[in-house]
Structures are given as structure tokens and as C-alpha cells.
């Protein structure tokens, strides 16, 4: 697995959120059709982990992170995303220059990502954010850097986790983990560097 073709999540996306995984978006398949009866159930969270926007995508970014031969808790991963969520990861086939996405459930992200995340460690870090909330939803844009261990003096990854988040009345839910990684045709704009609203 190369390093330039991980993605976190982010997220939760490196990447964050994020989230880190081969970015299934370059074999340019069109999304899978998931029917409602193979939707995950609600898995309870932990109130402290879901009680604000805040929280819930730092609460992201910390379950996917660890050191190498570290297991990570995927019970409390999959307890942050709604049942019918999607983390998006994006890309540009290096073969074809064509650019797209790939709709993945959190559960094909722990299949593909974990054996991964565990063996080599990875940490992902949210350096900015910015946030627009209306009522119910917000959208958050997450700048994120991924290490290996959080001594690497370079980060091995830099990108944007883009969040789509609930809140039901009761707790605030995942729905959507959009992300993109940055590149040397892509550098990260100076105003997503920095903290915004």
C-alpha cells in the first residue's frame, strides 16, 4: 500500500476524519446501491463523545489514531456514524488523470483501513476548521496532517475532511465523511490553514 494512495478520516479525513485508506475513488467505479435491510443498526455512544459538534469529530479523529500495534476501538467508531452513513474518499487515477469518488460504509472502512492503521500506526491530527451549522445540520471542513507517530517531524499526509453532521434533538450523528487529500498540483489554500468563523 503506498503512502501517496492513503486518505485518512480523515475521518474520520487522515483521513481526517479522519480517516486513512487506498483511495478506492481512482478505480472510478460508480457507488454501491446499498438496500435499506443491509443498513447498520444504531449502536448506542458514549453521551460524551456525541454531545456537541465539537466533540463528535475530535472524538473522530481520536478512535482511528494510535501507534503502531495499537487496536482501535471500532465498537466507538461505528457508534459516531448515523446507520445510513457514507465516508467518500476522493482521487485522481494516476493512470487515467481522471478524478472521482467512491461511497464506502464506515463497517468497509474498519475491513479495508484497520489491518492498516494497526500495523503501521497513524495519527490524525486536525490542524483548522470551519464550520457553517443551520438547525439541525452542519457542515464542517476539517484540515487535517497524518503522521505515523506524533514524534514524525513531517506530517506523511495533509488534506481536508469535509463533515455532514446531525443532531437528532438528542445527540449530534456522522452522516457524511467527504475528504480529499492535498497534493504538489493541490497545496492546501492558505484561509484552510487557519481557524475560521
Known sequence: MKIKNLVCA???GGS?????????AQES?????????????????????????????????NVISGDAGVKRNWERFRSLFHPSARMIPTGKNSQTGIVGARALLPEEYITRSGPFLEKEGFHE????????????I????????????????????RGINSFQLLNDGKR???????????????????KYLKNGN
Not at 125 to 136: L, M, P
Not at 143 to 152: I, M, N, S, V
Open 10 to 12: 480523515a475521518f474520520v
Open 16 to 24: 481526517s476524519l479522519l480517516l486513512s485508506m487506498p483511495t478506492a
Open 29 to 61: 467505479k460508480p457507488p454501491q446501491v446499498i438496500s435499506k435491510k443491509e443498513e447498520p443498526k444504531m449502536i448506542a455512544a458514549n453521551p460524551a463523545d456525541v454531545a456537541s459538534l465539537d466533540v463528535i469529530v475530535k472524538s473522530l479523529y
Open 125 to 136: 491530527v486536525e490542524i483548522a476548521r470551519h464550520v457553517e451549522q443551520f438547525g439541525n
Open 138 to 157: 452542519a457542515h464542517v471542513f476539517s484540515t487535517y496532517e497524518a503522521r505515523h507517530k506524533l514524534t514524525d517531524a513531517k506530517p506523511l499526509m
Open 172 to 190: 449530534w450523528w456522522v452522516i457524511t465523511i467527504f475528504w480529499s487529500q492535498e497534493t504538489p498540483e493541490m497545496p492546501l489554500p492558505e
